[in-house]
């Protein structure tokens, strides 16, 4: 019916990473708001993570953990390397986050605004 | 006008994303045979039991075989914390009270909290020191405590977080993780170096895998601090009066 299955999968997987950093460029691109900004930018981050970990995955894999029950097995595991920069992305997301936010909020106490068609002193 | 051309410009970069994505087809197997080691994946995959006895091996590669790359992003992640602070903070004029933007919360909400607060610690401290065991680790372990907190100070208007203990908390985490790498350097070996201290021990044990699992909780502690603090100063900015 959904003709290959493995190309359904394919399509949902990196089609939603695609999506995600599209939408979240788009929020970038055009939202006035300043912290629809922030969260377009945490958008992007989400689909590049999600890019990445569907890049390691191994059809039929296991996560990458010698647990009991799989050691001296030989099963096969995903590529753990992804999953370890993914770990460091998703930190180094939250601290750009953390910072652009307090910006955001420094410029709304400054010109009692957030959007950006509106701070004036950013025209010339 | 403009949005249309936005519109465009992502319509372009999708066209390529989804070219690029055409050349990984999802699901192969890219790392090649385990034993071959032709991959970094396959070599992390084939020795990390063998040579660190921890059996997550993602916690392997985050905190052994890239340490000092995890040192520096526990670097960044101090410096977002120091970075907001300076941003955001205020000094308080003299008798004049901290004040939260929340309002108070109703009762069901705060004697919940206050019931849950507990065991959303103890489940952040079990995937902390598990780290090398199970899926998860210090990241992840300091995030759930960090929410726990979260909870505390939406419950509580007045909920006081001192900030000398997360200071200190957040310092003392981080003076492990550096002096435990410096200890290797001490011992003769290379900065990180996982057996500095006792053997690696077997695997699946709760203690194996030699300094992994104290870095890992160290960065717990910290992350949890952090993190914490970061909540705090952002519910704690006070709406401009003038």
Known sequence: MFGDYQNVVTMSVYGSAIALILIGLYGVLIKKHLMKIVIGLSVVDSGVNLMFVAIGYIKGGTAPIFSPSVIDKNVQMVDPVPQALVLTAIVIGFAVTAVALSLVIRLYKHHKTARIDQIKSLKW | MKKYLAIFLLLIVGFYLIQAFNLVPFGENRIGNVEDESTVGAFYLKNTVPKTSVANVVTAIVVNYRGFDTLGEVTVLFLATTGLGSILFRKRKHGEEEERVLKESSQLVRIGSRLLFPFIALLGIYVFIHGHLTPGGGFQGGAIIATGFLLMLVAY???????GTLTWVESFAGITFAGI????????GTFLENNAFSGLGNVNDLISGGVIPIIYIAVGLKVAAELTG?????????????
């Open chain 2, 230 to 242: 970061v909540l705090d100063i952002l519910l704690n900015i006070k709406p401009n009066k003038n």
């Open chain 2, 157 to 163: 208007k007045n909920y006081r977080l001192g900030h």
């Open chain 2, 181 to 188: 790498g410096m200890w290797g350097l001490i011992t003769g």
